[in-house]
């Protein structure tokens, strides 16, 4: 007992802020990620060839820039958009700074997350819906992401718990989290309970998200 | 009602193209029940999607109401399907949803106001007789309550014409039995004009008033159901009534009753069938009938008949006896081993 609160003494205060980095870091990227990533992977199901918005060239250039990014690891992307991240936010440091290569990162994950979700639908009651004279963006909402809403739980799921392991990279540009603790103190400094313990925090966490996500899910689908 | 007019589709795939449809016209008259009839792979589902465009033709015309659905912009088409229903062999609900959901939102989407939506969902429930499972899930449905969500959901836009993409075809036949009259009572009680496509011909006896039966994209024989069950040309439609009335005698047995006589089928319709025109031919003529087999069933609402008759006794009486039951409104086929051998091939 008292080896806990000393060490809690000695760490809490750097746990307490690193995990609140952490989500920080996870909340915001998701969010802008989800608002990219969604209807970009709508746009992928509708652009393809005998789709409602059938467009070759929109669907090829989406698709062949969605696997250019996907290509490069995390670690290299956030230092090979260093000017970018610095054009846009006007810093490549910190949590601000570590957002965009985030953003990139999971935004197009996320899309082809999207995709496969959406593409389970049933063409037939697409069709049903078109062979009532429903407008194409109603039928978006109602039929596509409606049905596949379940999958698309599943995959954002994923896309976190993916977003949380980019995260500890983050730290090599001044993000901090719970990653970069863990590599500070626990690897460089050889303080490896801080290690043990970050590891059990994330471990944790991802669980507490894997088992929240397909609770959500099966909540969800109904047959 | 509904007009299609030269109608042509062709596939193109990667095993070259395929014609779907070759000059197809067909016309749908107010208030009738219309069976196009095919194997797989006929060209029916095409043509059943072409009326609404789900499937655009490559040339021809598509008339409902007399508007030529394929010069209309995307707007005002979208506001003609509001007025043609369909329904699916898959059902295609929203799983998502429940029933009452799954009929209610396609209603919202079409701009109705909440009140006008519950009273339609209500009234269509009721029409197909699930009001207690409004608030069930599709998963939790039989194949039958599927259809007839569906059902209602086609019906809650009001539609003039209902098609039905093999409706029944996923169902068991007790099912299959009670959606036929479900289209029925709606064909009768709504006045809703019906174009279905089936590979079954019960469907067709059943319900339907006119009939299309296709082969390789093309309409091969067409017209009121009785003619058609009555005096089948084309040798697809005779396969087709036979799967109804199978009257398959062993070939060796025909061919030794065949030595002693002519084997027939009778038909027999409506008021025909109640006449003891068999009878009255035995006293007659210098013949002995002898009934192999026979059924008797209705075609929508009449009742039609078939006997597999043997004729003994000589050629000219035959011939004679034969003569006089056409006179009296039965229809008369001959069965020969050369008939049946094209049959199977």
């Keep these: 007992m008292n080896a806990i609160n000393e060490f809690l003494d000695a760490w809490g205060a750097d746990l307490w802020e690193s995990t609140i980095q952490t989500f920080q870091m996870v909340g915001i990227s998701l969010a802008i990620s989800i608002l990219i990533g969604l209807p970009l992977g709508i746009l992928l199901v509708l652009t393809r060839p005998g789709k409602a918005l059938d467009n070759k060239f929109v669907y090829n250039v989406l698709n062949i820039v969605i696997n250019v990014i996907r290509s490069v690891p995390f670690i290299i992307l956030l230092f090979f958009i260093l000017p970018f991240t610095k054009f846009i936010v006007g810093t490549s440091i910190g949590v601000k700074g570590v957002i965009v290569p985030l953003v990139i990162y999971t935004a197009p994950y996320i899309a082809r997350l999207m995709e496969s979700a959406l593409l389970e639908v049933d063409r037939g009651v697409v069709e049903a819906y078109e062979a009532m004279g429903i407008k194409t963006r109603h039928i978006i909402w109602n039929v596509l992401v409606r049905e596949s809403r379940s999958s698309i739980v599943l995959g954002l799921t994923i896309a976190t718990i993916g977003l949380i392991g980019a995260t500890a990279m983050a730290g090599l540009v001044g993000g901090g989290g719970l990653g970069d603790l863990a590599y500070r103190y626990g690897h460089l400094r050889y303080e490896v309970d801080v290690m043990y313990v970050t590891v059990i925090l994330l471990i944790i966490l991802v669980q507490g998200l894997q088992s929240l996500g397909n609770f959500w899910a099966a909540k969800l689908k109904k047959d | ?345």
């Design chain 2, 1 to 345: 009602m509904l007009e299609l007019k030269n109608i042509t589709k062709t596939f193109t795939g990667k095993q070259g193209s395929i014609h779907a449809l070759k000059d197809v016209s067909l016309s749908v008259n107010q208030g009738e029940i219309y069976g196009v009839i095919g194997y797989s792979g006929a060209g029916k589902s095409t043509l059943i999607r072409c009326v609404n465009l789900l499937e655009k033709p490559d040339s021809g015309s598509v008339k409902v109401n007399g508007v030529d659905l394929t010069t209309l912009t995307p707007g005002k088409l979208r506001e003609a399907r509001s007025h043609i229903g369909m329904i699916f062999q898959g059902f295609n609900l929203l799983k998502t949803a429940t029933v009452y959901d799954n009929i209610a939102i396609p209603l919202k989407l079409t701009g109705l106001d909440k009140k006008e939506v519950k009273s339609r969902v209500n009234k269509y429930l009721e029409i197909v007789g699930l009001s207690e499972k409004q608030n069930a899930y599709p998963a939790e449905l039989s194949g039958g309550q599927k259809q007839r969500v569906a059902i209602a959901r086609a019906l809650s836009h009001e539609p003039e014409v209902l098609l039905s993409d093999e409706a029944t075809s996923a169902l068991d036949p007790d099912t299959t039995e009670a959606i036929l009259d479900l289209l029925l009572k709606i064909n009768k009680e709504l006045g809703i004009t019906i174009l279905l496509i089936t590979h079954e011909m019960n469907v067709i006896q059943r319900i339907c008033d006119c009939v299309a039966v296709m082969e390789n994209g093309e309409i091969i024989e067409e017209g009121r159901t009785k003619d058609i069950f009555t005096s089948p040309q084309h040798s697809t439609t005779k396969r087709f009534v036979n799967s109804l009335f199978s009257h398959d005698i062993p070939d060796d047995l025909l061919e030794e009753l065949s030595e002693s006589g002519q084997v027939a089928t009778l038909s027999f319709f409506g008021e025909s069938s109640g006449d003891p025109a068999l009878a009255l031919v035995t006293k007659k003529y210098d013949i002995f009938p002898n009934i192999l087999s026979g059924n008797i069933t209705r075609l929508k609402d009449e009742a039609f008949g078939q006997l597999l008759v043997h004729f003994k006794g000589d050629t000219a009486e035959i011939n004679k006896a034969i003569q006089f039951l056409q006179e009296k409104q039965v229809h008369v086929e001959g069965v020969t081993l050369n008939e049946r051998h094209q049959r199977i091939s």
